[in-house]
């Protein structure tokens, strides 16, 4: 539920006037230089940005789901390099370490990730191990007090700018699948090393690179939870949430770009009349909407649903599928109601946003994993009456 509404309006009318006073202006900027000015990031961290999700005893600001998401859809009306920044801390860079850390643990990292001092990352995918993510092969033995983790991570978000990461590895010789699979805390040091940025199609700001560990030395209390074999359940915990969380980041781009093509519409006259007056373009414009709509009602309710304490496997992996998807076709019928402007970088941002958004059926698991889970999940409930 929202708690003390005034104060989290307040939030949302804060990161609404952020997106569209500070960032938007500075959208093409980030696109060309591809990083994001030091000074943005020192009035993210000030604004406490980076510790929306991390609880109020550690220094964030302890959001439900359901405030995350509605924050989400705010800053996500921008391009993706913004919440890219922040949103490992507020999403899968710290979540391992809230549903399942020690107290020592979240005493020792989440202040410091909460005010943006440290930014963390998720690192799970690998070269063998991307749909099937159990199939991991980066190893972690144990000697003594320390373990020593070897092997390599790839398509980390953040990867080259982060302090922290969230490693998921195998502790058990010879097991297989999820089983002897554990999730350890390692701060950038010796043994670990990150690749350059990808070039990639959009997301121009965001860095993603591989990650590889040789040799790289990590003290026993950096096994999240202490418990060896449970990182698979971590990594599920925190995947549940942040398919809600992706989910809400896919609504925001919908909504600016139907915002740019309406308006773009509305004020383009072709044959004597506005662009948005032709009824095939209102059919365009009336299929966002709907969809739109359709993306963020599926979502608050699953969220709500995670607050109240249900099992959202099912919802997530649905809210993650279908607004996904739905930006995607938003996207592309922008670009048409836009015309030749929307297909050229220097007239307008819909070219950028149309590459950027391409990724979000990808990552997160993608659209065809979500049909198989989705499935798999409803034919498991619907046996079980």
């Not at 978000?157 to 002897?180: C, L, Q």
């Not at 790289?216 to 449970?230: F, N, P």
């Not at 990808?362 to 065809?368: A, F, I, M």
């Amino acid at each position: 539920m929202i708690r003390d509404t005034p104060h989290f309006e307040a939030l949302r009318a804060d990161i609404r006037a952020f997106v569209r006073e500070r960032w938007h202006p500075l959208e093409e900027q980030v696109s060309r230089d591809n990083d994001i000015p030091l000074d943005v990031v020192d009035e993210l961290r000030r604004k406490g940005y980076f510790g929306w999700s991390i609880p109020e005893a550690y220094g964030g600001l302890g959001l439900t789901t359901e405030e995350l998401v509605l924050c989400a859809m705010e800053l996500s009306q921008s391009s993706v390099a913004l919440r890219a920044r922040v949103g490992t801390n507020t999403g899968i860079g710290s979540e391992a370490l809230v549903a399942d850390g020690t107290e020592a643990q979240k005493q020792r990292w989440l202040p410091r990730m909460a005010t943006g001092e440290l930014t963390g990352c998720l690192a799970l995918t690998e070269p063998e191990a991307g749909s099937e993510a159990s199939n991991v092969q980066t190893t972690a033995r144990r000697e003594g007090d320390h373990y020593v983790l070897n092997g390599s991570k790839r398509f980390i978000t953040n990867a080259p700018v982060a302090d922290v990461f969230t490693v998921i590895a195998r502790t058990e010789d010879g097991s297989k699948g999820s089983k002897g699979v554990s999730a350890f805390l390692v701060e950038r040091g010796p043994g670990l090393t990150t690749g350059a940025p990808y070039r990639m199609m959009g997301q121009a700001g965001s860095f993603v690179s591989d990650v590889h560990f040789d040799e790289c030395r990590v003290h026993a209390d950096q096994l999240i939870g202490g418990r060896e074999g449970m990182g698979f359940q971590t990594v599920m915990k925190v995947l549940n949430k942040q398919r809600l969380h992706l989910a809400a980041l896919c609504t925001g781009p919908a909504i600016r770009m139907l915002d740019l093509a309406m308006a773009h519409t509305s004020g383009r006259n072709q044959f004597g009349q506005a662009v948005a007056d032709f009824q095939l373009v209102q059919a365009m414009i009336a299929d966002s909407r709907t969809e739109i709509y359709a993306a963020r009602s599926m979502i608050l309710e699953a969220a709500r649903a995670r607050d109240r304490g249900e099992d959202v496997a099912l919802s997530a992996s649905m809210c993650k599928y279908f607004a996904s998807e739905m930006c995607g076709r938003v996207a592309d019928r922008a670009v048409q109601m836009f015309g030749g402007s929307g297909y050229v970088a220097d007239f307008s941002p819909i070219e950028r946003y149309y590459r950027d958004v391409r990724l979000f059926r990808l990552y997160e698991g993608t659209s065809q994993i979500h049909q198989l889970n989705i499935a798999k999940l409803a034919l498991r409930e619907a046996g079980a009456r």
